[in-house]
């Protein structure tokens, strides 16, 4: 089945300095990629999303690309703020998996002000 | 996107008892899963939950252990049974409303067993 790995598992920056989170897949049927933040006590929420036959998508402050040959894909967030604090997941599916998805083991990210 | 209420949001429970969690969600939906994420740790897939026939579990999980209904396309059920202090986790209905669409999760349960 489908294999997902997620670095880095923590991550501090500076208020305003930007934050990368890259994940890896391993099947390379996986068309579908979205991003989850979590935040403390919540249910996961997406962000952002790509499909394979996108390199690059983005949403104001967030990015995330995607390099299908590499099977890798990133998140970006640009000019970080403390409300970004949070527990970031990747996910990747397949269309002809009815739904289902394999996610990454989260990013905690703190941002200091 | 879509609506769930889950319920309990918490609850304490002893060992050896059963719980029922209940996913309502505002419309119909074909595709309806059950997560598992243990404190700190990522979502784990228990069940896809199928409307009209028994649900499909992950390696891992059995139905006599998490036992699913699915009576109708907005709503679902997930027992955890003869529970052990290793079951104590946060579980998640989850919905997706097509293919290449994104998960929508519930609030989550909060499952304490002592």
Same mark, same amino acid.
């Given at each position: 089945?489908?294999?997902?790995?997620?670095?880095?598992?923590?991550?501090?920056?500076?208020?305003?300095?930007?934050?990368? #989170?890259?994940?890896?897949?391993?099947?390379?049927?996986?068309?579908?990629?979205?991003?989850?933040?979590?935040?403390?006590?919540?249910?996961?929420?997406?962000? #952002?999303?790509?499909?394979?036959?996108?390199?690059?998508?983005?949403?104001?402050?967030?990015?995330?690309?995607?390099?299908?040959?590499?099977?890798?894909?990133?998140?970006? #967030?640009?000019?970080?703020?403390?409300?970004?604090?949070?527990?970031?997941?990747?996910?990747?599916?397949?269309?002809?998996?009815?739904?289902?998805?394999?996610?990454?083991?989260?990013?905690?990210?703190?941002?200091?002000? | 996107?879509?609506?769930?209420?889950?319920?309990?949001?918490?609850?304490?429970?002893?060992?050896?008892?059963?719980?029922?969690?209940?996913?309502?969600?505002? %419309?119909?939906?074909?595709?309806?899963?059950?997560?598992?994420?243990?404190?700190?740790?990522?979502?784990?897939?228990?069940?896809?939950?199928?409307?009209?026939?028994?649900?499909?579990?992950?390696?891992?999980?059995?139905?006599?252990?998490?036992?699913?209904?699915?009576?109708?396309?907005?709503?679902?059920?997930?027992?955890?049974?003869?529970?052990?202090?290793?079951?104590?986790?946060?579980?998640?209905? %989850?919905?997706?409303?097509?293919?290449?669409?994104?998960?929508?999760?519930?609030?989550?349960?909060?499952? %304490?067993?002592?």
């Amino acid at each position: 089945g489908e294999n997902v790995e997620q670095h880095p598992s923590t991550l501090s920056v500076q208020e305003g300095d930007s934050a990368v #989170i890259k994940c890896t897949y391993s099947d390379s049927a996986s068309n579908y990629f979205p991003w989850y933040k979590q935040e403390l006590g919540k249910r996961p929420q997406l962000i #952002i999303d790509i499909r394979s036959n996108v390199g690059e998508k983005k949403d104001q402050r967030i990015a995330v690309t995607l390099n299908k040959t590499a099977k890798h894909f990133s998140l970006h #967030i640009t000019e970080t703020q403390p409300e970004d604090s949070a527990v970031y997941f990747c996910a990747a599916s397949m269309g002809t998996n009815a739904g289902k998805s394999t996610f990454g083991d989260g990013t905690t990210l703190t941002v200091k002000p | 996107s879509a609506v769930i209420s889950q319920k309990p949001s918490r609850d304490i429970c002893q060992r050896g008892t059963s719980l029922t969690i209940q996913c309502q969600v505002d %419309s119909q939906v074909t595709m309806m899963f059950w997560y598992r994420q243990q404190p700190g740790q990522s979502l784990t897939l228990i069940a896809t939950a199928n409307q009209g026939s028994e649900a499909t579990y992950e390696s891992g999980f059995v139905i006599d252990k998490f036992p699913i209904s699915r009576p109708n396309l907005t709503f679902s059920t997930l027992t955890v049974s003869n529970m052990s202090p290793e079951d104590s986790s946060i579980y998640l209905c %989850s919905v997706v409303l097509g293919p290449n669409q994104p998960q929508h999760f519930g609030d989550g349960t909060r499952l %304490s067993i002592l």
